[in-house]
């Protein structure tokens, strides 16, 4: 059984960094692109960026690619997502995601982490 485990969240200042990271079980990590994603209320989940296990990256906005980092370390089945200046549009439930290196589905899902950002 396959298990994303995210944690990291929670309440930060505006301005302020957090580091989001997930642990992924039951699979061969190394098969898998690993994924970022936020939802607000009312809105579709959408995807923040993506890395490959050699580690290539690929970010959905480009102009958020500054503040965005994602990273993994393949040793510790771990994928993380940094955050800088953050914002109060960045209040949002985060995601992280993997899908197989063949498939075009996201199958598996991590039960999110709120990261709410007060002003």
């Known amino acids: 059984q396959v298990q994303l485990v995210e944690s990291g969240g929670g309440l930060v200042q505006a301005g302020g960094s957090l580091r989001l990271s997930c642990v992924a079980s039951g699979v061969t990590f190394n098969d898998i692109i690993m994924g970022w994603y936020r939802q607000t209320p009312g809105k579709q989940r959408e995807l923040l960026a993506t890395i490959t296990r050699s580690g290539a990256t690929n970010y959905a906005d480009f102009e958020e690619e500054g503040r965005f980092t994602i990273s993994r370390d393949n040793s510790k089945n771990m994928v993380s997502l940094q955050i800088n200046d953050l914002n109060a549009k960045d209040t949002a439930v985060y995601y992280c995601?993997?899908?197989?290196?063949?498939?075009?589905?996201?199958?598996?899902w991590g039960q999110g982490t709120q990261v709410t950002v007060s002003s």
């Open positions: 995601a993997g899908r197989f290196m063949w498939d075009s589905n996201w199958s598996f």
